[in-house]
């Protein structure tokens, strides 16, 4: 069993930065490949970014280039960073953990509750 909590949300103009953070408890955090993914109101779920257990990280194509991700397992958080943010990045983030690399949601076993980001042009 893994909980997890998204921290880090809040409201940035356009072009600026902000970092999630996701906290997990357990202690095999270090076996899930981790994922963060988006909801805007009216919209799916979409993947966000992605990093496994080992490191390899992956990306929507919406994001490259803007965020990235990471992992520190010895405190068991993951981590969101998000550069040059755009209003179209307006959603509720969250964060899952999994037992293998995937872009869908459905495949992912534990989730937190998500954070709010709200980007103003």
């Known amino acids: 069993q893994v909980q997890l909590v998204e921290a880090g949300g809040g409201l940035v103009q356009a072009g600026g930065s902000l970092r999630l953070s996701c906290a997990a408890s357990g202690r095999t955090f270090s076996s899930y490949d981790m994922g963060w993914f988006r909801q805007a109101p009216g919209k799916e779920r979409e993947f966000v970014l992605g990093i496994t257990w080992s490191g390899s990280t992956y990306y929507a194509d919406s994001v490259k280039g803007r965020f990235t991700i990471s992992r520190d397992n010895a405190k068991n958080t993951v981590y969101l960073q998000m550069n040059s943010l755009k209003p179209e990045d307006t959603a509720v983030y969250y964060c899952?953990?999994?037992?293998?690399?995937?872009?869908?949601?459905?495949?992912?076993?534990?989730w937190g509750q998500g954070t709010q980001v709200t980007v103003s042009s």
């Open positions: 899952a953990a999994g037992d293998s690399k995937s872009y869908d949601p459905v495949t992912y076993d534990y």
